[in-house]
């Protein structure tokens, strides 16, 4: 049986304006903690887009790599959108600026 288990992060840092650069550490951060298997999930379609994408737009295609580099670190690495409405919890506790919470479907 296999069980799955979401976990969700949330750390004091500095401003991270970007989501690919808040993505970046994100992955840093699951590779520290020895996961294997992780599913990245963002309501921003265009950071999707240019992870899954072969052809990312030049601007951002150091940060895209980066990202895809760490990624082959794991044994399952994906990345998806979901939209804004889902993604409201995981909002709400960020800008509360909580710590970490693990969450079982």
Known sequence: MIS????SFS?????VGSPLIALREAILKFKQLGLTSVRCESDCDQLVKALT???PLAAI???VSDIKAIALSFDVCSFSWISREKNCELR???WQNK???LRLP
């Open 61 to 63: 295609y150091s940060i």
């Open 53 to 55: 994408s072969d052809f």
């Open 99 to 101: 710590p970490c919470w």
């Open 92 to 94: 709400q506790i960020l």
């Open 4 to 7: 799955h288990i979401s976990l």
């Open 11 to 15: 750390s004091a840092m500095r401003f």
